[in-house]
């Protein structure tokens, strides 16, 4: 049964791999680490988000979501943060 099931999500990884996108949001107004921290808290939060990180740097967070996922709830997300976030682009995840 074990080996049942490691060669069934061995198989199955990679389709959800491939079904991935990576959306860059531009978030203008961070300026501090918590700003950071509290961007990050509300992507990664947000239902169907996998991974999320912001940089004080470039002022962008790098949100990896499923590929149908809709982009506007990462905006409404970062709307709730008090920052007005603009999608720079989106790439699919290999």
Known sequence: ??????????LLSPLTWAANKQVTIDIK???CSL?????????????????????LKTRQA???VPE???????????????????INHVEPVS
Do not use: P
Request: a neutral charge; aromatic letters at 8%; charged letters at 20%.
């Open 29 to 31: 107004a961070m300026h």
């Open 62 to 64: 790098q949100v990896i």
């Open 35 to 55: 700003c950071v921290t509290m961007v990050n808290k509300v992507l990664r939060s947000t239902e169907g988000v996998i991974k999320a990180k912001s940089s």
């Open 1 to 10: 049964m074990r080996y049942f099931l490691l060669v069934t999500l061995l």
């Open 68 to 86: 149908e996922f809709d982009n506007e709830l990462l905006l409404e997300a970062v709307a709730k943060t008090g920052y007005e976030g603009v």
